[in-house]
């Protein structure tokens, strides 16, 4: 049913979709019920499971776990969706107070098509966590945030771990791509939507986003990263992302192509490995100082930072790969 809405303020749709996290949605849901906002909003749960447990006050779908990609879950909760905006949160997200309401501020300018809210760190994070924040990942991170000064930014990137479309320009881009089985179907929506308006980054709609946390974890989600960008360049989606870019990212061409020109010099491998590492750690560490000082991060995660890029490097080198080879 559409929303009841008096207040003559745009109708607004929070879509959630969920898989194995039963008590973080659980959980965010609850929030969003008793979060105050001067939009009227309903929630819209899409949960892949075998096991459907309906939730009391929001919009349930279930399908069936059959590993159909983000593409297909987020579009089953657009078309479940009545609100004027559509906005998508992540289910283990915690809401910070105001999220709402500010996420939604530039969409007063008609010209705004979609808007993108900070994401920080639950407390408690520890300083790999805090690591990946710093870096950039995910939606940007603390990084993002701190880099903004507090203030907006107009923006070509929008993570749908936290944002917000007008629901007739997703619409009109024909949703999220089912194309991109490993992800990256919110960066080629972004892309399309700016082709209709413009984006913008709000640092103060702020969630915290639980970090991976480990280096299993984050080596897992950049190897999917690593796919999930060839699979963007082969389906043609966005042609502004080629292969140029995919070889331009890898960290173990660029070590080769050193490496090979080290072959000119006696010693070459062996200059190689004792120079790369201290270069490599020291460049990551003066790249994230900056933000590391702004920020509430423990020192500790600033000496974990080159680790925790190089595992992303590699990893995503790895994904990249078995895209070429294997997908």
């Not at 008590?23 to 899409?46: G, T």
């Not at 559509?86 to 996420?103: A, H, M, P, S």
């Not at 990551?284 to 590391?292: A, D, E, F, K, M």
């Amino acid at each position: 049913m559409p929303l009841e809405n008096p207040s003559g303020k745009p109708s607004v749709s929070i879509l959630i979709c969920s898989r194995d996290r039963r008590v973080d949605l659980e959980k965010i849901v609850q929030d969003l019920k008793a979060m105050d906002s001067i939009y009227p909003f309903d929630i819209v749960v899409v949960e892949e499971t075998n096991d459907p447990r309906p939730i009391a006050g929001v919009r349930y779908i279930a399908h069936a776990v059959k590993n159909l990609g983000f593409a297909h879950a987020r579009n089953l909760s657009i078309a479940q969706a009545t609100g004027d905006i559509v906005v998508f949160v992540d289910d283990d997200c915690q809401i910070k107070e105001g999220w709402l309401d500010n996420l939604l501020r530039p969409f007063v300018d008609k010209a705004v098509v979609g808007a993108q809210g900070g994401v920080v760190v639950p407390e408690g994070t520890n300083a790999i966590g805090w690591a990946e924040s710093l870096l950039g990942f995910p939606g940007g991170g603390v990084r993002r945030v701190v880099d903004s000064g507090g203030s907006m930014q107009e923006t070509m990137e929008v993570s749908t771990l936290n944002s917000a479309y007008r629901r007739d320009i997703v619409q009109a881009v024909g949703g999220f791509s089912h194309r991109l089985k490993w992800g990256s179907e919110d960066y080629v929506l972004a892309k399309k939507a700016c082709r209709h308006g413009r984006c913008i980054f709000v640092p103060d709609a702020l969630v915290a986003h639980r970090a991976r946390g480990t280096i299993s974890g984050i080596w897992d989600w950049f190897v999917r990263r690593g796919r999930a960008e060839v699979g963007v360049v082969r389906s043609r989606e966005y042609t502004a992302a080629g292969w140029s870019s995919v070889l331009r990212s890898s960290l173990l061409l660029k070590l080769l192509l050193i490496c090979m020109l080290c072959l000119f010099f006696s010693m070459g491998w062996l200059y190689v490995l004792l120079l790369f590492l201290p270069f490599y750690s020291l460049l990551q560490c003066y790249r994230i100082w900056p933000v590391w000082r702004r920020s509430d991060a423990p020192f500790l995660s600033l000496i974990l930072v080159p680790i925790v890029k190089l595992t992303m490097d590699l990893a995503a080198d790895v994904g990249r790969l078995k895209g070429i080879l294997s997908d």
